[in-house]
């Protein structure tokens, strides 16, 4: 059974401090695997989107990494800044056939608050 | 560019009544995905369509359709409601069907069913 799993459930930090978020997978055959960070009340907003080749991804102050030899994946977030505090959703794609966006699994995501 | 908007952000149904609720993708955007959140569920895939043809089904009753139409827009139907369909549905959209294509969320609809 494909599965995602996120720890921490959820994570506090100091504005300014640095975080890693983890991602663990068993989806197979893995296509991709993407970030999204969801503010309250809002839908995700992709950050990353990671291929079976690629094994560090970033934007901005977000660096993805992925290593699908251990199935393992983590999102580093930098110099923290309220704005961050938000649910951090790892998604793998499993493929299914063609072009297909194929299977998603999700997350149960992490949700981080950063305080001031 | 305008966003991904969904409509009606908010609404409230009783059991065994049925909604269809609607998703406008972005410009140009011919894939069209909904996807239903709950506090217990978390994010779970409904369906998706690309060129008014739904590609892929998640694992939901046939209570939930949907459909596409020629401008892309998409609609979705949950028939004979129940009160674990209380959720956010949210609709994403991408260029293209390609597995490493951007998907961009609307605001989603909320869903209550009393």
């Known amino acids: 059974k494909n599965q995602v799993e996120q720890s921490p459930q959820s994570l506090i930090i100091l504005e300014g401090k640095n975080c890693t978020l983890q991602?663990?997978?068993?989806?197979?055959?893995?296509?991709?695997l993407r970030w999204y960070k969801q503010d309250t009340g809002r839908g995700p907003v992709s950050l990353t989107i990671?291929?079976?080749?690629?094994n560090t991804k970033s934007n901005g102050r977000y660096t993805a990494t992925l290593d699908a030899d251990t199935k393992q994946s983590s999102l580093h977030i930098t110099a923290s800044q309220l704005s961050d505090s938000a649910s951090y959703i790892c998604?793998?794609?499993?493929?299914?056939?063609?072009?297909?966006?194929?299977?998603?699994?999700f997350g149960q995501g992490t949700i981080l608050t950063v305080h001031p | 560019k305008a966003g991904v908007t969904q409509t009606p952000r908010y609404l409230i149904k009783t059991r065994g009544q049925q909604v269809t609720l609607s998703c406008s993708p972005i410009?140009?955007?011919?894939?069209v995905s909904w996807y239903q959140q709950t506090p217990g569920q978390g994010l779970q895939f409904l369906f998706e369509?690309?060129?008014?043809?739904?590609?892929n089904k998640g694992n939901f009753p046939g209570r939930f359709s949907g459909r596409q139409f020629s401008n892309s827009r998409s609609e979705m139907n949950v028939s004979t409601l129940e009160l674990g369909d209380s959720a956010l549905y949210l609709c994403a959209s991408s260029l293209y069907r390609g597995s490493t294509d951007t998907q961009y969320f609307g605001p989603g609809t909320r869903l209550t069913v009393l």
């Open positions: 991602c663990n997978y068993t989806v197979s055959p893995f296509s991709n």
């Open positions: 410009s140009g955007h011919r894939s």
């Open positions: 369509y690309f060129s008014e043809t739904q590609r």
């Open positions: 990671m291929t079976f080749s690629e």
């Open positions: 998604v793998v794609s499993a493929v299914a056939g063609g072009t297909s966006y194929g299977k998603l699994t």
